[in-house]
């Protein structure tokens, strides 16, 4: 079991900058992949950033977020932040054995 806590939502306005963090628990080692996810109302959740073999990014956040990884830790440094990119963020592991944890969610509010 995995257990997952994100943190470091708010409100920021247009432009402004946020860093979103994940702690994970019990049984880190068996993590291979992390990655942050979102969903805006209404809309389906979408994949932001993924930390694994590769690192990959959502082409709207591209050149804006980064996505980093420490002990038990994911970061998610977004920047230029817009109205668009308001939603609940969350934070996704990959174990072994094809099993995925997900953290309850931060809420990110970009608005003037």
């Known amino acids: 079991q995995v257990q997952l806590v994100e943190s470091g939502g708010g409100l920021v306005q247009p432009g402004g900058s946020l860093r979103l963090s994940c702690a994970a628990s019990g049984s880190t080692l068996s993590i291979i992949a992390m990655a942050w996810y979102r969903q805006a109302p209404g809309k389906e959740r979408e994949l932001v950033a993924a930390?694994?073999?590769t690192t990959n990014y959502a082409d709207s956040v591209k050149g804006r977020f980064a996505i980093s990884r420490g002990k038990n830790m994911v970061y998610l440094q977004m920047n230029s932040l817009k109205p668009e990119d308001t939603a609940v963020y969350y934070c996704k592991a990959d174990v072994t054995r094809g099993v995925t944890y997900w953290g309850k969610g931060t809420l990110v509010t970009v608005s003037s």
């Open positions: 930390s694994g073999i």
